[in-house]
């Protein structure tokens, strides 16, 4: 067994488990607050440092607001 291999099947308490890590969930992302996101960005002044602030608060890339535009144009 690899290291690599015996710390990917370590417990957070530092135990060794026979079970495979799970994947992490994706996250899912409402209408409402698309909408409330994309109209926070867009009040905010382009190339501003508070929009990027935005997106590191919410945990978000440019590349969601840019799905999330398109989106909301195609309805």
Do not use: C
């Not at 409330?36 to 867009?42: E, N, P, Q, T």
């Not at 978000?60 to 799905?67: A, E, G, K």
């Amino acid at each position: 067994m690899t290291l690599a291999f015996q710390t990917a099947l370590t417990g957070q308490d530092g135990r060794v488990t026979d079970e495979q890590p799970t994947r992490p969930k994706r996250r899912t992302f409402t209408k409402a607050y698309k909408a409330r996101i994309l109209a926070a960005f867009d009040a905010l002044p382009e190339g501003s440092p508070e929009r990027g602030a935005l997106l590191r608060k919410e945990r978000l890339y440019h590349s969601h607001i840019v799905h999330w535009r398109k989106q909301a144009e195609n309805g």
